[in-house]
DNA sequence: ATCAATGCTTACTGATCGGTACACTTAGTT
DNA sequence: AACTAAGTGTACCGATCAGTAAGCATTGAT
């Protein structure tokens, strides 16, 4: 198997629907910033949806993979590693295309609470949070472990605190967005009585 | 002055555009949902960028001022004040037509820093958190009142919680998304030693 | 050597895009 | 009654939209 033009596409469109958008990206464009036939296009995909949920998959894996992947590097212990998940926040700001979260921004331009891209991009939120509760979910308290409820309880707000500054750092609002977030977990976490914070 | 058809049409436009994106609504679209013709639309506006920046106008108006006048009915002091941010962050999800903040998801269309429809949403953005650092500022720890630096540190962590509430809400990842924010806001406010919380 | 898969180029479809031209109607002012 | 401002409907502009068709070049497997 080559590397195939298929995942050079849906590499290469990733770029430009991340940069440019989604509705705004014309597949014309694609064929010029990609230079990859439009008929070699639509023989892997029936439509440019299509394309954009592939695009989203990839990006899903890459993004998780990334994420959790320096996590562990930065952390080994629970509450380490959960701090660290905002140093990562912060790395990912850092780099030079950085351009907001593809999937708010997908799900804002697709609404419909049907639409299958909509419906991939809350898929997304969801495996992000899970992989945090389940860092959440091995930390301990004075009192021994955390229940099932507070450990959700604790991840949700955590979750706030990353989804927020993803947002207020793409629009320019808080340029220390992922350092402040951090700050704030920190107070959450002593808030519920985690140890060693 | 009669009510004049360019309000009117800001008005209608405000609601199209907020269920069913910038990008994807053609000025035809425009046409058929207010019944005002193309002609008049384009008697007042220039170009369909400038009647998007009246309709950010608009609802930039339109939120700060029903947001804050809810947040002083529903409390008088300004730690009460400071909980109802949340409250009324959570009214406004319960609304039925609420499809999350016209201002990030505009901002995910229109990404060009240089782009005045992009400067728009930053700025109301900014205005938000302004009302919010005011009310902060009002606040007292128990060693007095709050430095400068403290406040605004507050404040940008209280945003990051409520900006996140708004795209969890929006992706449907966190149903009470409101109500969580504000427990993680009592958190934050407790972490900063302020009375009475 | 042949065959099939894959990709390319070019040209095209009908629909829609943002925006304009023009002729007409309506209402308020003087 | 005459004029003006503000609205309408319709038809149109060139450009672009998503998607298709046909023919040729390259490549790897048999």
């Known amino acids: ?6 995942d050079e596409l849906v590499q290469e ?10 509705t705004a990206t014309g597949m014309d464009m694609l064929v010029k910033k ?3 036939s439009k008929t070699s296009m639509y023989k892997h995909f ?13 990006r899903d894996e890459q993004l998780r993979n990334w994420f959790f992947r320096r996590v562990e590097e930065l952390a080994t212990s629970p509450l380490g590693q959960l701090l660290a998940v905002f140093d990562v926040l912060e790395e990912w700001f850092q780099q030079p295309d950085f351009q907001g979260c593809m ?13 299958p891209i909509y419906n991939q991009c809350t898929e997304h939120k969801k495996l992000m949070f899970n992989s ?18 507070i450990a ?4 949700r707000q955590l979750f706030l605190l990353k989804e927020g500054a993803i947002v207020l750092k793409h629009m320019r609002v808080n340029g220390s967005a992922g350092l402040e977030a951090k700050e704030a977990a920190v107070s959450l976490l002593q808030a519920n009585g985690i140890r060693g914070v």
Chains 1, 2 share one sequence.
């Open 46 to 58: 029936r439509t440019k949806d299509d394309l954009i949920l592939a695009v989203l998959r990839l």
């Open 132 to 149: 945090v509760l389940k860092i959440v979910r091995e930390l301990e308290t004075n009192s021994g472990k955390l229940s099932s409820e």
């Open 1 to 6: 198997m080559r590397p195939s033009k298929r």
């Open 34 to 36: 990609t230079g990859i």
């Open 13 to 22: 469109a990733l770029k430009v629907f991340y940069q440019n958008g989604f």
């Open 152 to 155: 959700e309880k604790l991840t």
């Open 103 to 115: 999937f708010i921004k997908a799900s804002s331009e697709f609404q419909c609470v049907d639409d």
